[in-house]
C-alpha cells in the first residue's frame, strides 16, 4: 500500500506502509545524514516512529507491536570456560558476541568472573551443565560434611534424613557457624 504526500510544496513523498521494519539505530544515523536534503523530512519524522530517508523519499514503516524483548540467558559453566577459552586465543569480544548472540555486557561478566570461574572448573566442585556459580552460605560445614558422608558410604554405613541432619549441624557447631540450620531444605 504506497501513499503519496505533499508537504509545504516539495516533490511528492513516497510513503510504504507494508515495508520492512528497520534497524533503529541505522535508521537514525540515516536520517541525520540526509535530512538536509527535503525541508518535509522534519515533518515526517515528527510524525512516524521508523522511517528511513533517501533525498525526498520516506518509507514510513509500522512496526506490528511492541519490539520483541530478548529472553534472558544463562551459560552453562562449559559455555562460560569456552568463551574465557576462546578470549585466550585471541578472539576479539565483539566476534564473540555476533556468533554467540549475546551482549557485550555478558562477556565483560563472564571476564570479571574469570578467576572463579576457572577456580571452579579446576576443582570440579560444580557440574559442567550448571548455570549458576553459587555455592552455598556455608561451604566450611558443607565442605566438612561431605568428607564425612563419603567415607560413612564407603564404610557401608546406614543414612538416613535425621542422621545427617545432626551431624551437619555437629560440624557447624565444631567450625563456629551457631546460625547454620539443617533443614530439610538443606538436606
Known amino acids: 500500500m504506497r501513499r503519496e504526500t505533499r508537504f509545504n510544496g516539495c516533490s511528492p513523498i513516497s510513503v510504504d506502509i507494508n515495508a520492512s521494519v ?8 540515516q536520517i ?6 527535503s525541508p518535509a523530512v522534519a515533518a515526517v519524522l515528527t510524525t512516524f516512529p521508523v522511517a528511513v530517508v533517501w533525498s525526498c523519499e520516506v518509507e514510513i514503516v ?7 524483548k530478548k529472553k534472558r540467558r544463562q551459560f552453562s559453566l562449559k559455555e562460560k570456560v569456552d568463551i574465557l577459552m576462546e578470549l585466550n586465543a585471541g578472539k ?7 556468533e554467540r548472540d549475546i551482549a557485550p555486557s555478558t562477556v565483560a561478566t563472564i571476564l570479571k568472573d574469570r ?4 577456580k571452579l572448573q579446576r576443582e570440579s566442585q560444580l557440574a559442567p551443565s550448571r548455570k ?7 561451604q566450611t560445614v558443607d565442605d566438612a560434611f561431605l568428607t564425612w558422608f563419603k567415607d560413612a558410604r564407603q564404610h557401608g554405613v546406614p543414612l538416613s534424613g535425621p542422621i545427617i541432619q545432626e551431624k551437619a549441624r555437629q560440624f557447624a557447631v565444631a567450625l563456629g557457624n551457631s546460625d547454620f540450620d539443617a533443614s530439610t531444605g538443606w538436606l
Open 62 to 68: 509500522f512496526s506490528p507491536g511492541p519490539s520483541v
Open 115 to 118: 578467576e572463579k570461574i576457572v
Open 22 to 29: 528497520t534497524n533503529r539505530p541505522n535508521w537514525s544515523y
Open 132 to 138: 549458576r556459580l553459587r555455592l552455598g552460605n556455608y
Open 32 to 37: 541525520k545524514q540526509r535530512r538536509r536534503h
Open 92 to 98: 576479539k569480544q565483539v566476534a564473540i558476541c555476533r
